[in-house]
């Protein structure tokens, strides 16, 4: 019978011999790959975590203890260890989150999937304990790319301040965010992994000198009274024991002996420590170890023996995106690019191999990244930074204060906008189209198609005095939808046919195909539509207004919240001009998504082409006076 299968719950693992646990190890591995292949996730990373998670769950007692995992892609085998083995509908609607979830576990607390947050997490709750008098453990996991956070210095500078307030830190050193970790924080971690440490130096000294007649045991003494400067000289870990924390390490990361040790000393010493464990990312399987870009961090749907992917589909918005990147790279000398720690993720991998010398990893350092790019700008060049959707959140303040404040000719890429579907609430690219519609002079755009990812690139790049946004979609790129003509700056996707248009429908980035669509549906009821694609949302267009005066019904859709998002910004516009028509916003509800596909997400909050077709025909009908009380009663059942 396989061990995997007598795990109910951590404390299971108690009964386990260490080479049972090393049976178990094999067995999680071996899960990992076969479920993980079927379904994708992230692989390399809980291949890594193996040990260390059997080695967590020994030595503390989820859930009274509290173990917290920074960003939660490496939670998969805590999620097999705390009952939860049905990886088939993994990132699945009804399935298990990719992330840790309080919706699914008393075990899980953090599920924002957001790095560098867990030490502020962790010192909280340790506050808490303390206040309520509480003998609970609390462990957080961070692993060396998310220490590249600023947000995880502040929290560090917290926690050390409290001397008696048990907290443990344990630093998952595998050299890798995604890809490999840099800058002075990994030089650092990198000079602790290859220096011979402190404790097993002391440890054979100790040995040795105890050996020697009268003066071996004073001799040690003095050398064990000596350690700061002795650390120092062997193993340069001060920079945390400056901050005074106590540090453990490192601790090889696969050896469960060392790290139940380590741990449990870190348990027993009543302040707060760092355990600083060496891991290898993808660990047991071949070919993420092969695999030099980011070690198979989150894969698709794969053969489990080769690792190939099983089905391959069109050019995606982000290949696009990067290689109309090179060639602007070409043409440009003075167009750089930065990102986050995410260089081949948000597409920027060849630029970066053609011009190595004009892009900047900032590691998991947003608000850095904003901030210095206002810099980059300033002195002379046009900077790019390519960000994921959700994450250019933690850096608004920069973008209002740095960037648009000083006017800087600073390009923002903003990948994995709208739903994203299956990595969850914290990933869906919703909030970018409200949240920067209030800083003033920035410009936004969002393309439609592969088409107008490069030419919208190339109009923002000529910008330089004003921020400027491109966000696009996640995934499969569908094929050109071509203008009909144009109105201002807008492109005019379908013309209604009649010099008495009923709808004008605003169509926002990647939702056009369904814009037009509903378009199609409107006009089998007898209702004209134009649909329209501002091409730039922000400032809206100065056509926009006289446009809608023709009309009787203006009808936006976006792939962001409604709440503040494009169709408010169109609202305000009308009112400005006093044109007084009913509108109809449709976009994401305010409220956090639950994992699923793209197209079942969009389907649960109404944003498909039926929904909105049937809402539009209604209001039409009402405007005709032909609104019937049950026709209301559908349409309000409709509604988000």
């Not at 992330?99 to 709750?125: F, K, M, R």
């Not at 305010?590 to 389907?603: G, I, M, Y």
């Amino acid at each position: 019978m396989p061990l995997l299968t007598r795990i109910t719950g951590p404390r299971d693992l108690d009964r386990l011999s260490l080479e049972e646990l090393g049976r178990l190890a094999k067995e999680i591995r071996t899960f990992l790959v076969d479920a993980v292949s079927k379904t994708g996730g992230h692989l390399g990373p809980n291949l890594g975590v193996v040990e260390l998670t059997l080695a967590l769950h020994r030595v503390f007692d989820s859930p009274k203890d509290k173990v917290l995992w920074d960003t939660g892609h490496q939670s998969y085998v805590h999620k097999l260890l705390t009952g939860r083995q049905d990886f088939s509908k993994l990132k699945m609607k009804g399935g298990l989150s990719g992330y840790p979830s309080q919706a699914e576990s008393e075990h899980d607390v953090i599920e924002n999937s957001h790095a560098s947050t867990v030490l502020g997490w962790a010192d909280g709750i340790a506050k808490a304990n303390q206040v309520l008098d509480r003998d609970d453990h609390v462990v957080a996991v961070i692993g060396d790319g998310a220490l590249t956070g600023g947000m995880a210095w502040e929290a560090l500078n917290n926690i050390a301040a409290a001397k008696d307030r048990p907290l443990v830190i344990v630093v998952n050193d595998n050299e890798r965010s995604y890809a490999p970790t840099i800058g002075g924080l990994a030089n650092h971690l990198a000079t602790l992994r290859t220096t011979d440490g402190y404790e097993r130096f002391l440890a054979r000294t100790k040995e040795v000198l105890e050996r020697t007649p009268v003066v071996g045991r004073p001799l040690y003494d003095t050398l064990h009274g000596a350690k700061k400067g002795l650390k120092d000289f062997i193993a340069p870990q001060g920079m945390f024991e400056d901050l005074g924390l106590k540090y453990v390490g490192p601790i090889d990361g696969h050896d469960l002996e060392a790290l139940e040790s380590a741990l449990t000393r870190a348990k027993r010493f009543g302040g707060p420590v760092i355990v600083h464990c060496l891991t290898e990312k993808g660990r047991g399987y071949q070919p993420a170890l092969a695999d030099e870009a980011d070690r198979f961090h989150a894969v698709g749907k794969i053969h489990p023996d080769t690792g190939l992917p099983i089905s391959t589909s069109g050019a995606d918005w982000t290949s696009v995106f990067g290689d109309e990147m090179l060639e602007l790279g070409k043409e440009r000398e003075d167009v750089v690019a930065i990102t986050a720690a995410m260089l081949q993720p948000v597409g920027l991998d060849k630029f970066a191999k053609a011009f190595p010398d004009r892009v900047y990893d900032v590691g998991i350092a947003e608000q850095h990244g904003a901030v210095s790019a206002a810099g980059l700008a300033h002195g002379g060049v046009h900077p790019v930074f390519a960000v994921y959707a959700t994450f250019l959140n933690r850096a608004f303040d920069q973008v209002l204060m740095d960037v648009a404040l000083h006017k800087c000719g600073v390009t923002f890429v903003l990948d994995r906008a709208g739903v994203t579907g299956t990595d969850g609430a914290s990933h869906n690219g919703m909030w970018d189209m409200s949240i920067l519609q209030v800083v003033p002079g920035l410009r936004l755009a969002a393309p439609r198609d592969a088409d107008q990812v490069r030419a919208q690139l190339r109009e923002a790049v000529e910008v330089d005095d004003a921020p400027t946004v491109v966000r696009f979609s996640k995934g499969a790129v569908g094929p050109a939808v071509p203008a009909v003509g144009r109105v201002g700056g807008m492109d005019v996707l379908r013309a209604p046919g009649t010099d008495t248009p009923d709808v004008l429908l605003v169509s926002v980035g990647a939702l056009a195909p369904m814009c037009l669509e509903v378009a199609d549906l409107l006009n089998k009821q007898g209702i004209s539509t134009t649909v329209v694609d501002p091409r730039w949302v922000k400032p809206v267009d100065e056509a926009m207004a006289p446009l809608a005066e023709r009309h009787r019904v203006v009808v936006t859709v976006e792939d962001n919240s409604r709440v503040g998002g494009v169709g408010s910004a169109v609202a305000q516009a009308l009112r400005d001009a006093g044109v007084d028509v009913p509108l109809r916003d449709f976009g994401i509800p305010p409220r956090f998504l639950d994992h699923a596909s793209r197209a079942e997400v969009l389907a649960e909050i109404g944003l498909t082409a039926p929904d909105i077709a049937r809402q539009v025909t209604g209001l039409v009908a009402k405007l005709d006076g032909r609104y019937e009380r049950s026709e209301a009663d559908s349409v309000e059942a409709t509604r988000d």
